[in-house]
């Protein structure tokens, strides 16, 4: 590898590390002319599906997007940047396993609403909200009911999305 500070072709590597939870290595070397340190990181490159939005326009597969989404969804929440990491990995990993070169957006959103939902309810409504394109309250109502059914026990964990209408 050439050294990017003085371009001699003789640099030799001083440490090699794992990192990104195994998703890389980071390699530190040595220049053997110039004597100056820097990394390098290797990782594999993979082929990740093609996007099909709901036009027909085919997208190739963006990690910053998707990180983006979640940033969004959690903004000014409890969540760490470790549990967005873990989530966009999980759909990065499943998206990976998809045997078809393409899959549509709607799919991904699916996929990005199921990590929400075990991160952050309110952060779930938040986003199944945009990406449902809720008119209404009442739109609200009914996807914040579908999340209470659908996971017992989570009223006894947080208080209430929406106050009771029939309550004074």
């Known amino acids: 590898m050439h050294c990017p500070f003085c371009q ?9 590390r794992v990192v990104e939870e195994g998703m890389a290595i980071r390699r530190r070397r040595e220049c053997a002319e110039c004597g100056e340190r820097f990394n390098t990181y290797e990782s ?11 036009n027909g326009r085919r997208e ?4 910053r997007k998707l990180r983006t989404s979640f940033e969004r969804a ?7 940047g ?10 990065m990993h499943r998206l990976l396993k998809h045997t078809d070169r393409e899959i549509a957006s709607r799919q991904l959103g699916i996929l990005v609403m199921d990590e929400l939902k075990k991160i ?3 952060a779930y409504v938040r986003f199944a ?14 996807e914040i009911a579908r999340l209470e059914r659908d996971m017992p026990g989570l009223a006894a964990e947080q208080l209430p999305l929406l106050d009771d209408p029939k309550k004074p």
């Open 60 to 63: 190739a597969f963006e990690e």
């Open 44 to 54: 594999a490159d993979l082929k990740m599906p093609t996007l099909v939005k709901s």
């Open 120 to 122: 952050d309810h309110v």
């Open 74 to 80: 959690v903004q000014k929440r409890p969540v760490t």
């Open 129 to 142: 909200s945009v990406y449902r394109k809720f008119q209404d309250i009442e739109e609200f109502r009914e």
């Open 8 to 16: 001699h072709d003789d640099t030799r590597v001083i440490d090699t």
């Open 82 to 91: 470790e549990q967005i990491d873990a989530a966009v990995h999980a759909i």
